[in-house]
């Protein structure tokens, strides 16, 4: 039963306490992982405290420790508060969005598309301050770890679900804006034909979904649906579903925001080219 003092308390402090009060529930429910729910959360400080561990965990090697890594992602969230507010946006996002997950902990502790998202916005804000070396250092241990390759430069917004993450791939110049999902596999990538600016940009709302490649500096509008394994070549216009090989205009979402209600059902088809 939440106290009154936790009525009292930021959404942010909530949300922290609630993760708090699943990892507790957890380690006494399962022994196994008691110790690593104490080091990863229940004894850490805050939540930006507990992903710069958990995630110096993951991504560290021999020659660059755990013990550094930890210090450089704390260093970037404790400059930039942006950070923390995108990492609160994506935990809730993913536990809003995902069938599969109705806990805040879960993503934060297992979800390495959430985790490569996390590790990215440590390495774009690396980019953006001139430690290029350090962004690609880390780009290439999410690559390794996570199977996901997001390049430091890539803009980002929040309220972003990356669902399973294996074989996401987003290239240099894309965009991607707040509340989007984007399915196992999705590439967002160049035509090998452009320099430059060359990569998608997605608008906000839009749902991608598993295998899609979106290809060239094109425009995927806001509230747009992209159907699984389309290739697309061209701007799909807002609160439009696309989808096949190449893709083409089906119909329309039912939904202003296909990501957030996460329904990958399809029109009738009949639809016309892009
Ligand atoms: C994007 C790419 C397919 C375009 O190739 P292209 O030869 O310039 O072809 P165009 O864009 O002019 O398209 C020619 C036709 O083929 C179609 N087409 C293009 N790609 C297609 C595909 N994968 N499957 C089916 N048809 C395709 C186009 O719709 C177009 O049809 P239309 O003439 O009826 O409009 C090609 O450049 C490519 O695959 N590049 C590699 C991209 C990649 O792997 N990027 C990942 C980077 S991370």
Not at 185 to 214: F, M, N, Q
């Amino acid at each position: 039963m939440p106290s009154v003092g936790y009525e009292r308390m930021s959404s942010e402090a909530r949300l922290w306490q609630e993760i708090l009060e699943e990892a507790r529930e957890e380690a006494d429910g399962e022994p196994v992982l008691s110790d690593f729910l104490k080091m990863t959360l229940l004894e850490r400080d805050s939540l930006e405290d507990a992903l710069a561990f958990h995630l110096a965990q993951k991504l560290a090697t021999r020659t660059v420790t755990v013990v550094a890594l930890h210090g450089v992602f704390s260093e970037v969230f404790a400059a930039d508060a942006a950070i923390g507010e995108a990492v609160r946006a994506d935990l809730r996002a993913v536990r809003d969005r995902d069938p599969a997950c109705n806990r805040l902990s879960v993503p934060l502790l297992y979800f390495k598309g959430f985790h490569a998202l996390q590790a990215y916005r440590v390495a774009h804000s690396l980019w953006s301050g001139g430690r290029r070396g350090l962004a690609q250092f880390v780009q290439n241990r999410i690559s390794q770890a996570f199977g996901v390759d997001i390049h430091p430069a890539a803009r980002i917004g929040r309220g972003i679900f990356i669902d399973h993450g294996t074989g996401v791939v987003v290239g240099e110049t894309a965009v991607i804006e707040d509340d989007v999902s984007l399915l196992q596999d999705v590439t967002l990538g160049g035509t090998g034909k452009e320099s430059g600016d060359r990569h998608p940009k997605v608008r906000a709302g839009v749902l991608i979904s598993a295998g899609a490649k979106v290809l060239g500096n094109i425009e995927i509008g806001e509230g747009a649906k992209i159907g699984a394994g389309s290739v697309v070549l061209k701007d799909v216009p807002p609160h439009t579903t696309a989808v096949g090989v190449p893709a083409r205009i089906v119909g329309s979402p039912r939904e202003d925001r296909p990501a957030l209600a996460m329904d990958q059902s399809v029109p009738p088809f009949g639809g016309e080219g892009i």
